[in-house]
């Protein structure tokens, strides 16, 4: 079985994942932590099929029956922040590769770790960016949350990227879409971490 993230199924034979492939709707990747071809995910790549296969089938009769607008906020709305956790992480990966203007290495590629750095812990860091040259490496997290966030995130990424075990000097990055504690930002004003909310990806 080829189980797809962002879709609820799975797929008996290696031909459909291909064809799948081939259209752009779903996309393999390999976690940067991990050598080629030893470790592959397989995620949606088009946003419009992930809201479709996350949201519509399992509400079909509120939506046939004309209901949505009045169970959305509960059937829903209330699952959004989770739903836009890999689109908010491909769009911070995309904004450091891209657009950001002033970043501390010269990025080679960036994507996520992968594997397991302790028993019973995951060691998934949203943002693994690889430099060129050098053992300076990208650690980041994103977050698409309404609420705000403290070092206790920052503590978190360090704690990964101890684990990481590839670089000797790690560049910390949170991306949150609620903001920062004042104790995060003071963590900013000594150089320890770079914070960036959700409009800052749009200036």
Not at 90 to 95: A, G, L, N, V
Not at 113 to 135: F, H, L, N, R, Y
Request: net charge negative; hydrophobic share 35%; with cysteine.
């Amino acid at each position: 079985h080829w189980v797809v993230h962002g879709w609820r199924g799975e797929f008996d034979r290696i031909e459909d994942l291909k064809t799948l492939i081939d259209l752009g709707i779903v996309k393999k990747e390999t976690p940067i932590a991990e050598k080629p071809g030893k470790k592959t995910i397989y995620m949606l790549s088009d946003n419009f099929f992930r809201f479709w296969y996350r949201f519509v089938p399992v509400n079909m009769s509120a939506i046939g029956s004309g209901r949505i607008a009045k169970t959305y906020s509960r059937a829903v709305k209330q699952y959004l922040p989770d739903y836009m956790g890999l689109i908010f992480e491909k769009m911070c990966q995309d904004y450091l590769l891209y657009y950001s203007d002033s970043l501390p290495v010269e990025l080679s590629e960036i994507g996520q770790s992968g594997g397991q750095i302790e028993e019973e812990k995951a060691d998934q860091i949203d943002i693994v960016g690889t430099p060129v040259e050098g053992k300076g490496y990208i650690i980041g997290s994103c977050k698409y949350r309404n609420e705000k966030i403290g070092v206790d995130e920052l503590e978190l990424i360090r704690d990964y990227a101890s684990f990481f075990g590839k670089g000797n000097c790690y560049y910390y990055y949170i991306f949150f879409k609620g903001g920062f504690t004042d104790g995060l930002l003071q963590a900013q004003e000594r150089g320890e971490v770079r914070l960036i909310t959700l409009e800052d990806l749009y200036t």
